[in-house]
């Protein structure tokens, strides 16, 4: 009994360590965990939902080149856009202008979109997507969509500013005070038109000796400031002249 014993334990030592030399066979307590599996490659992100990071300078939105909007219905800075050729069929907008890329104490300066007429977005590109703005740097670029519809035509509900033949409603501002907001005159606009723009001027400076501002004509309903434009501070307010839409 006592060699049968002796016996298979040695035949058992044979086989583990042939294990160990020929197929390189090791005890359980040394195992090592199997390496995590690579990611698939489908479950990336897709372009339009995480662009490429961008450094911010004058390439970047250049005058001339086409974009993309990534939150369609977004405006001004709340709208994100990446750049695409402008012969690709998701060209959706082209920019119109573009201001120098501003730098160091420059770029803290409240330097807004200095947008042609029609200009659909003015896109402050610091606050595009993933844009790389290290080292303190500003820019805007004005963009007009390459086909229907054009919020920043007069009317249309959108663009920069409110102009001559704009709609507007009556809102409050963040601080609480009255204001208005553009909307569209046909009525396809979130809100409903109240009063349309037919006359604007900008008030007179009053100098030391006194002086007078410049008032709406009789048959002017209302009259409001118009808001500046999206990063900049109006030392001299647009005032609007409107009439009560029928």
Excluded at 47 to 53: F, H, I, L, R, V
Aim: net charge negative; with cysteine; glycine share 12%.
């Amino acid at each position: 009994m006592t060699r049968t014993l002796l016996r298979g334990a040695g035949t058992g030592l044979a086989l583990f360590t042939a294990c160990l030399l020929l197929v390189g066979c090791r005890p359980a307590k040394h195992a090592k965990p199997a390496p995590p599996p690579s990611p698939s490659p489908t479950a990336t992100t897709s372009p339009a939902a995480s662009p490429t990071t961008a450094r911010l300078d004058d390439s970047y939105f250049a005058e001339g080149s086409c974009a993309r909007a990534l939150d369609p219905g977004g405006s001004g800075t709340g709208a994100h856009y990446e750049m695409v050729p402008c012969d690709s069929p998701g060209a959706e907008a082209k920019v119109t202008k573009r201001s120098g890329t501003l730098t160091g104490v420059a770029a803290a300066l409240p330097h807004g979109a200095d947008c042609p007429d029609g200009t659909d977005v003015a896109l402050d590109l610091t606050q595009n997507a993933l844009t790389d703005v290290a080292g303190n740097r500003s820019a805007w670029a004005c963009l007009r969509n390459l086909r229907d519809p054009h919020p920043g035509d007069p009317g249309g509900g959108g663009g920069v500013g409110i102009v001559v033949g704009d709609c507007v409603y009556a809102t409050k501002s963040a601080s609480g005070s009255d204001t208005v907001a553009e909307t569209r005159c046909d009525g396809k606009g979130d809100h409903k038109p109240e009063y349309k723009v037919d006359k604007e001027y900008v008030k007179q400076t009053v100098h030391l000796k006194g002086g007078t501002e410049a008032t709406c004509p009789d048959e002017a309903t209302v009259s409001f400031t118009v808001p500046a434009p999206p990063g900049t501070l109006a030392m001299n307010p647009t005032v609007a002249c409107a009439e009560p839409v029928d």
